[in-house]
């Protein structure tokens, strides 16, 4: 099924996030003899996986022992090992209450995402129009493009091409 949507939507299909809790299945090491709740990080091997995000809970008893795997294109082994430290904060202040979304930052020490005013919300997702105009002009060569978010709520992104030696008005259309 994962290769006629690939082929359907031109796309590979990869799995955003993915939690797995293999606690009851026996692999790897035990945290059984472990002195407390410090955290104890170890980095595996690097590995190539469907995914941009996957966790798995190893162990819930008596210790939470989780693994995570990121896609290297997306974080560095620093910023992933602040993601897991972050996630591991997040469950522990969870586990004694609700954790208001306000005090997400100060509970887990990872900063949101920085945007400038050039980035939009479109389908559910965070885009920058001049980024993808960028990324967009260098595969087709170089010709000029403009994208806007457009539509009612700026829904959708619509990719202006230059023809010719038309140029963009100011508008991103070209003249004619």
């Known amino acids: 099924m994962i290769d006629a949507v690939t082929y ?20 790897g090491p035990s945290a059984e003899g472990s002195d407390g709740p410090e955290l104890d990080l170890t980095r595996g091997p690097s590995q190539v996986l469907p995914a941009r995000v996957l966790t798995f809970v190893h162990e819930t008893a008596p210790v939470l022992r989780l693994g995570l795997w990121v896609d290297p294109a997306l974080f560095s082994p620093d910023e992933a090992e602040g993601f897991l430290t972050g996630l591991v904060r997040l469950l522990e202040a969870a586990a004694t209450g609700d954790v208001p979304l306000a005090e997400l930052t100060g509970v887990t020490g990872v900063r949101p995402v920085e945007r400038d005013e ?51 008005t100011r508008s991103g259309r070209t003249r004619r």
Not at 18 to 24: E, H, I, L, R, Y
């Open 118 to 168: 050039r980035w939009r919300r479109v389908d559910g997702s965070w885009v920058s129009p001049p980024e993808v105009a960028e990324v967009l002009s260098g595969a087709l060569g170089g010709v000029p493009v403009h994208v806007a978010a457009e539509g009612p709520d700026e829904d959708g992104l619509t990719a202006f091409l230059a023809c010719g030696d038309s140029p963009f």
């Open 8 to 27: 359907e939507r031109g796309s590979r299909f990869t799995r955003d996030a993915v939690f797995n809790d293999v606690s009851t299945v026996p692999t």
